[in-house]
């Protein structure tokens, strides 16, 4: 429900969309079907609050012809109605809101002096570092409320479809609560810091605090622009893989500044900050930046032009709202009906092995929070075999810039298997069914290691050839793929553990990027490091002589991660049959 999940996320960066939206979620008592029906004024208020939302928002108004409009006010108020009613009586949330309002306090208070300082700081210097940091800004509050769909019910538009508003006063209500939270006034406090940064005279002042709420306001319009009009798109499957996979893009490109430094590309930081400023100065952000430091006619019509810029956009959101409001929902069409007998089903014996290793194949391609996991894996050892061999003159050439980028792949793949059993949730009851023995269980985990490998194994030779490559011997990547085959083993056996002694549950949702459920954060955190401080301890013995240069010990590698995979699983299955109740009580908490 989405009242449940404001308080805690719907209050950062995701917060753009935080507040009323829940509401709609929460009261569901409009009878109106889309945002354009017929309806009087009176109609709103009276369906809104005299249903549902009396308790949540204190508006008492009935319906008739006597009662108030909605205003914005009413919308702010009923966000921080369900926030105060979300934190009553869940000390874990209270905590957590108490942790996000300090956060947030820490960063105005160092963002809005790191502005200030700048006046110290030469004008067109100050003016490029005003530039990156307000695009920087937008940016965010265009990306981070995409990672919080689906785990933020308010950013989904489609929870609005029977709040009994007009389009442009649902819009008016919703930018309203928008701005309203800790993180947008921390962002607004941030901003407010460049006119003390760069501000000259009293028309820098009054021009740079026009210039300063319409570069916030872009922000917030810009922010609810994209959800809206993707609103459709990532409640699909095929949209939150794409969601998925774009995001790890964009973490993996954040790494670009620190491979163009190992590669000596550094320069002049002073030339390099004023490249990125001249490029961004004719954007919005740059207009923004400079209409505080110029405060003259040409700041002026900047500030005309990100007023008109603003009201665009508004005007946009208005009519994806309205669009979004009227669509039908893609993500509840049927789907095409496939071959149900999986491909390494064919190659193994009917029977409990080859049903659980296709359906965790099944996992990994259909559900984005698999995908992720996959894919952020193999980049993230793609980017460190490329960041460790191209690390400038001091590097060293070597068999470890080849075998330690696999075994960290390996490694990473492995923490995958430290919650097997979470991706089933309730449904592992039925296990109850047909496990009657330990040997059942061991066989379960049996299937699930072996979806894992036939993934893995391939990747990672892929990837032990590549960093051989680039660590300029291609003969290093068979010790490489040798020891990360064992390092895998060794994963997947300590994960067996982990599953059976940690298990945590993973919420059906749908944003890719879901972690555990509410209360068991610790539990999913203890569970992982775990499960990679045990894998790298009982590794040392074959990879560390590998790293050291002992190639020779690879040939045991293989074996040594195989045994200890079985003797992983043989405890895990013992105790997985005797602690079954628990586990299946603690896969199974409502997320």
Same mark, same amino acid.
């Given at each position: 429900m989405a009242g449940r999940d404001l308080g805690v996320s719907g209050d950062g960066p995701t917060g753009p969309a935080a507040g009323p939206d829940?509401?709609?979620?929460?009261?569901?008592?409009a009878a109106a079907t889309g945002p354009d029906a017929a309806r009087a004024p009176a109609t709103g208020?009276?369906?809104?609050?005299?249903s549902g939302a009396a308790t949540g928002s204190g508006v008492?108004?009935?319906a008739g012809p006597g009662a108030v409009p909605v205003g914005p006010a009413v919308f702010a108020r009923l966000k921080l109605r369900l926030i105060a009613g979300n934190l009553r009586g869940d000390t874990t949330r209270l905590l957590g809101f108490i942790f996000t309002l300090l956060a947030a306090l820490v960063v105005a208070a160092l963002g809005f002096s790191a502005m200030a300082m700048l006046r110290s700081a030469p004008p067109q210097i100050a003016a490029d570092a005003v530039t990156v940091l307000f695009t920087m800004l937008l940016v965010g509050w265009v990306v981070v409320p995409?990672?919080?769909?689906?785990?933020?019910?308010t950013l989904d538009p489609s929870r609005l479809a029977l709040f009994p508003l007009t389009t442009g006063r649902l819009a008016a209500g919703m930018f309203t609560a928008s701005v309203t939270g800790v993180w947008p006034a921390a962002t607004l406090f941030v901003t407010f810091g460049a006119i003390a940064g760069l501000a000259a005279g009293a028309g820098g002042v009054l021009l740079g605090t026009l210039a300063v709420l319409l570069?916030?306001?872009?922000?917030?319009?810009?922010?609810?622009?994209v959800t809206t009009s993707l609103s459709g798109v990532l409640r699909t499957r095929r949209g939150r893989d794409v969601l998925a996979v774009s995001v790890v893009f964009f973490i993996l490109a954040a790494q670009l500044p620190n491979l163009l430094l190992n590669q000596g590309f550094s320069g002049n930081p002073r030339e390099m900050l004023h490249g990125i400023a001249s490029v961004l100065r004719w954007t919005p952000p740059g207009m923004a930046a400079h209409a505080v430091a110029d405060g003259g006619p040409a700041a002026l019509a900047e500030v005309a032009f990100l007023a008109l810029l603003t009201a665009g956009l508004g005007f946009l959101w208005i009519a994806a709202l309205r669009r979004a409001m009227v669509t039908t929902d893609a993500s509840t069409e049927g789907a095409s009906v496939r071959n149900s007998r999986g491909l390494l089903a064919r190659f193994l014996p009917d029977g409990p092995l080859a049903a659980v290793a296709t359906k965790e194949l099944r996992y990994a391609r259909r559900d984005p929070r698999g995908r992720v996991g996959w894919f952020a894996a193999l980049a993230v050892t793609g980017v460190m075999a490329f960041s460790l061999n191209n690390g400038g003159e001091g590097a060293t050439p070597g068999p470890a810039l080849a075998i330690g980028p696999a075994c960290l792949g390996a490694l990473m793949i492995g923490l995958q298997s430290c919650n097997s059993f979470g991706i089933d949730g309730r449904s592992l009851w039925m296990n109850s069914m047909v496990y009657g023995t330990a040997r059942d269980w061991r066989t379960d985990l049996a299937g699930r290691h072996l979806a894992v490998a036939v993934i893995?194994?391939?990747a990672l030779a892929v990837l032990a050839v590549v960093a051989g490559f680039l660590a300029g011997d291609p003969?290093?990547?068979?010790? @490489?793929? =040798?020891?990360?085959?064992?390092? !895998?083993? +060794?994963? *997947? $056996? #300590?994960?067996?553990?982990?599953? /059976?002694?940690?298990?945590?549950?993973?919420p059906e949702r749908l944003n890719a990027f879901t972690g555990a459920a509410p209360g068991q954060g610790g539990i999913a955190f203890a569970g992982s490091f775990a499960?990679?401080?045990?894998? @790298?301890? =009982?590794?040392?013995?074959?990879? !560390?002589? +590998?790293? *050291? $240069? #002992?190639?020779?010990?690879?040939? /045991?590698?293989v074996p040594y991660g195989v045994l200890v995979a079985a003797v992983g699983r043989r405890i895990a299955g013992n105790l997985g049959f005797a602690r079954y109740p628990e586990i299946l009580g603690s896969i199974s908490q409502p997320g």
């Open positions: 829940t509401a709609a979620a929460g009261s569901g008592t208020p009276g369906a809104a609050a005299g008492t108004t009935a995409l990672l919080a769909f689906g785990l933020d019910d570069q916030f306001a872009l922000c917030i319009v810009t922010s609810r622009l893995a194994v391939p003969l290093w990547a068979v010790p @490489a793929v =040798l020891t990360a085959w064992g390092v !895998l083993g +060794v994963g *997947l $056996g #300590v994960g067996a553990l982990s599953s /059976v002694l940690l298990p945590y549950t993973v499960t990679m401080i045990g894998t @790298a301890l =009982l590794a040392l013995p074959v990879a !560390l002589p +590998v790293l *050291l $240069g #002992v190639t020779w010990v690879c040939a /045991v590698a």
